[in-house]
């Protein structure tokens, strides 16, 4: 089965500074990468997804990245701001693969911004 | 309006009793899931209804038996509760199987002492 490694699992930042979270994937069937948030005693929510025949996609200050031939993808956060900080997940299937497939979550990244 | 509700939030029981957490999605979707996340934040699937089919059933202990009314519902039931059991369970829904986006309830936090 898919199997996705998170780094790094805590990260701490000064505000305005840029975040970046890595994730790798071992199933090259995969082909949909979604990030979701976390926030304190809330459910995790999307925040960005991309699909494999893309490479970059961006939405104001997030950006996320994907390398296919490596099976590496990124989260890219920018100006960071004290309400970013959350726990997020990456995570990998294989989109139309059939019912029996699912999401596989990396460990979480914890996301400190100070102020 | 709340979109994926699950109840109870908190939830604190003796080892040996039996409980159960309800979940509702008001989204019209087809699919629908059970996750559990451990104190390390790690997120597992556990169960997956499609249409009130089960999909998706991971290796979990006989003693969770998901149940799904309709396709608006799926509620989660654990005999004979064990102290490992103690986690947060995350009710959650998608258009379709595998299709996109997850819609995540707030959570259920299961204390079992």
């Known amino acids: 089965g898919e199997n996705v490694e998170q780094h790094p699992s805590t990260l701490s930042v000064q505000e305005g500074d840029s975040a970046v979270i890595k994730c790798t994937y071992s199933?090259?069937?995969?082909?949909?990468f979604p990030w979701y948030k976390q926030e304190l005693g809330k459910g995790p929510q999307l925040i960005i997804d991309i699909r494999s025949n893309v490479g970059e996609k961006k939405d104001q200050r997030i950006a996320v990245t994907l390398n296919k031939t490596a099976k590496h993808f990124s989260l890219h956060i920018t100006e960071t701001q004290p309400e970013d900080s959350a726990v997020y997940f990456c995570a990998a299937s294989i989109m139309g693969g059939g019912s029996n497939y699912k999401l596989t979550f990396g460990k979480g990244t914890l996301l400190t911004v100070n102020p | 309006d709340t979109a994926v509700s699950q109840t109870p939030k908190y939830l604190v029981t003796q080892m040996g009793n039996d409980k159960s957490i309800k979940c509702e999605q008001n989204?019209?979707?087809?699919?629908m899931y059970w996750y559990k996340q451990d104190s390390k934040k790690f997120l597992k699937i556990m169960f997956s209804y499609n249409n009130k089919e089960l999909i998706i059933n991971e290796t979990v202990p006989n003693r969770f038996s998901p149940k799904s009314p309709d396709k608006a519902h799926l509620n989660l039931h654990i005999n004979s509760l064990e102290l490992g059991d103690s986690a947060v369970y995350f009710c959650a829904s998608s258009q379709r199987p595998n299709t996109g986006e997850l819609f995540f309830g707030e959570g259920s936090r299961l204390t079992v002492l």
């Open positions: 199933d090259s069937a995969s082909n949909y």
């Open positions: 989204l019209g979707h087809d699919t």
